[in-house]
């Protein structure tokens, strides 16, 4: 298999990792060219299985996205519930451009933005936190 392989690869294919004591991957190779010659209808779980699970969990999220979009958001708002998407904190520049630095405020940027802004320290932190949840 790919136990020749050095560096990483080497290590995260380690039998010692994948298979059980006293297997390695050189026996398996051997037991699936005795089963292929012997033609019997044992098989074994082989890494290009994976080609199918992956394009499968894709398709699932695209389903659950149009599902939600196109089905799910319009029965919510039948039954009444409402339909709001999050705003933008209001404009303030000084606190806008800190927030393109960092996104969480650090105690002594706080300190230096409320005698900047004019704002009290709980409502700088109300800004940055509204404006973090305007990314989402």
Not at 37 to 60: G, R
Not at 91 to 102: M, P, R, T, W, Y
Request: hydrophobic residues 40%.
């Amino acid at each position: 298999m790919v136990t020749s392989t050095p560096g990483f690869l080497s290590s995260f294919w380690s039998p010692s990792i994948w298979l059980p004591p006293n297997v390695t991957w050189e026996t398996i190779e051997q037991q699936k060219n005795l089963i292929v010659n012997h033609s019997e209808s044992e098989n074994y779980a082989e890494f290009s299985d994976l080609l199918y699970s992956i394009p499968m969990a894709l398709v699932m999220m695209l389903i659950r996205l149009l599902a939600e979009q196109w089905i799910f958001r319009p029965l919510g708002l039948m039954t009444g519930l409402k339909d709001f998407k999050r705003s933008l904190p209001t404009k303030n520049k000084v606190l806008e451009e800190a927030f393109q630095k960092s996104a969480v405020a650090k105690q002594e940027d706080k300190e230096s933005l409320c005698q900047s802004t004019g704002l009290s320290e709980i409502q700088v932190e109300r800004w940055f936190r509204h404006r973090r949840l305007a990314l989402l």
